[in-house]
């Protein structure tokens, strides 16, 4: 199944309001969702990428992060042989470059 990663607030509260920096890359490292872990990890490396886009039949899938090798690869969680998709992170929002940080929270 997917790993995911519960964040705890204030006396164990799982409701937690942040907010995050955009960031945006003009040409983005695709892989497919059957890819393996490594294969992504080396790719994003020979790429200079912090992360890779998942695709499934040209359909988005999520997003592979460094934070995602590192939070469950390099622990153990999952081993390098699992297909990224395993390891991806799903609420992302993809908005224009024009888009304010205020705008893409709405």
């Known amino acids: 199944g997917l ?3 519960t964040v705890r607030g204030p006396e164990g509260s799982t409701e937690l ?8 890359d ?5 892989v497919e969702a059957s ?8 790719q994003m490396t020979d790429n200079l990428k912090q992360s890779a886009v998942i695709l499934h039949n040209n359909m988005l899938l ?11 690869i390099a622990t153990g969680r999952l081993p390098l042989t ?5 390891i ?15 705008e893409a929270q709405l």
Do not use: I, M, R
């Open 88 to 102: 991806a992170s799903k609420n992302y929002v993809f908005v224009p470059e024009n888009t304010s940080l205020a």
């Open 17 to 24: 309001q942040y907010f995050q920096s955009l960031s945006y």
């Open 3 to 5: 790993v995911n990663d």
């Open 35 to 42: 890819d393996t872990v490594q294969v992504v990890a080396q």
């Open 62 to 72: 999520g997003v592979v992060t460094e934070h995602d090798l590192s939070s469950k």
């Open 82 to 86: 699992a297909a990224c998709q395993l």
């Open 26 to 30: 003009k040409k983005p490292l695709f």
